[in-house]
C-alpha cells in the first residue's frame, strides 16, 4: 500500500491532511470520518456525502501553503448543524492561500500523544513519540528510536516518556489500548523508512481504553 501510493504521487513534495489520512486508512489505521471539500466542487455531491456524517463536526483549511492551522484560525470545532458548517467552510474558504476544506466527526476527547519521523542526517530514519497536543509544547517529553522497528522496540519507546503512567492509567484514569499504540508507531516507523518520506507527524493522536484515532496528519517526501 505504501510503496503503491508513492508511486501514484509521484512528484508531489507535500500532501494535504486528508490525502495522509488516505493513506494511513488503507494501511488499517483509525482516522475521523470526514470528506474533502475542493475548490469547485458541486453543492449536491457535498451535500450527499454530508449526509453521511454525525454532528458535531469539525472543519480545517487545507493548504500546502499554511504549516500551522491553528495560527492561520483555520480550525472550526464544535459544529452543530447545517448552517454552522456553512458558515465554517465559507469562512475557512476565504483564508488567503486555502486550497479546500477537510470536514470531519469530532472524535471524543481521550489521552493525546505524537507519533512522528523524520530522516536524521546521522543517524537515518528516526521515529519519535510523546505526549500530544499541547503538552508536546508544554512539557517537550518524547523519546526517540532507530527506525524500522519491531513489536518490542516501539514498547521500548513507549516506555521512555515520563508521562508512561498515563498510558498505564492515572489517578482513576483507565489505561489506554497499549496495542493500539504500538500499531500506530509501527506504521509510522514503516512510512519513515520506505525511503520515500523526508517527515511524517501525526499530532495528535487520541488513545482511548480500546483504540485510537489520528486527528491530524502531515507528511512531506524526500
Do not use: C
Not at 29 to 42: A, K, T, W
Amino acid at each position: 500500500m505504501i510503496k503503491a501510493f508513492f508511486q501514484k504521487n509521484k512528484g508531489k513534495r507535500i500532501f494535504p491532511e486528508h490525502e495522509v489520512k488516505g493513506l494511513l486508512k488503507s494501511i488499517g489505521l483509525s482516522v475521523p470520518e470526514g470528506i474533502f471539500i475542493y475548490r469547485g466542487m458541486q453543492p449536491s455531491a457535498i451535500g450527499h456525502q454530508l449526509s453521511a456524517l454525525t454532528y458535531p463536526l469539525v472543519a480545517k483549511i487545507s493548504s500546502s501553503k499554511i504549516t500551522s492551522k491553528t495560527d492561520a484560525k483555520g480550525i472550526r470545532l464544535g459544529i452543530k448543524n447545517e448552517d454552522e458548517l456553512k458558515n465554517a467552510v465559507n469562512e475557512l474558504s476565504g483564508i488567503e492561500n486555502a486550497e479546500g476544506v477537510l470536514v470531519e466527526e469530532m472524535a471524543p476527547e481521550g489521552l493525546e500523544v505524537i507519533a512522528g519521523g523524520i530522516i536524521d542526517k546521522q543517524f537515518g530514519p528516526v521515529v519519535m513519540f510523546g505526549l500530544g497536543g499541547v503538552f508536546v509544547e508544554l512539557y517537550k517529553d518524547v523519546a526517540f528510536a532507530l527506525a524500522p522497528m519491531k513489536e518490542k522496540d516501539a514498547l521500548w519507546l513507549i516506555q521512555q516518556i515520563k508521562g508512561y503512567k498515563l498510558i498505564e492509567g492515572f489517578r482513576g484514569k483507565p489505561a489506554v489500548d497499549k496495542g493500539a499504540l504500538i500499531k500506530v508507531i509501527l506504521a509510522v516507523s514503516e512510512i519513515i523508512s520506505s525511503g520515500n518520506v523526508e517527515e511524517i507527524d501525526l499530532n495528535p493522536v487520541s488513545l482511548y481504553p480500546q483504540g485510537a484515532i489520528i486527528l491530524d496528519a502531515k507528511m512531506s517526501v524526500l
